[in-house]
């Protein structure tokens, strides 16, 4: 998804760098989330056929 986005027409080199650790930082909390979110209906399902 943020793969697509084109850094290179940033040209200062800092910005450049900053923004591109700033979207792997969102990559990998949008992973996290997802995971999150599968456990948490993981859980939830087992939760209800206990009942």
Same mark, same amino acid.
């Given at each position: 998804? =943020? *793969?697509? /986005? *084109?850094?290179?027409? /940033?040209? *200062? @080199?800092?910005?450049? &760098?900053? $923004?591109?650790?700033?979207?792997?930082? /969102? &990559?990998? =909390? $949008?992973?996290?989330?997802? *995971?999150?979110?599968? @456990?948490?209906?993981? #859980?939830?399902?087992?939760?209800? #056929? &206990?009942?």
């Amino acid at each position: 998804m =943020l *793969d697509t /986005i *084109d850094l290179s027409n /940033i040209q *200062d @080199e800092n910005a450049r &760098q900053l $923004i591109g650790r700033s979207l792997n930082l /969102i &990559q990998d =909390l $949008i992973a996290d989330l997802r *995971d999150a979110r599968a @456990e948490n209906q993981h #859980s939830y399902c087992l939760a209800a #056929s &206990q009942h």
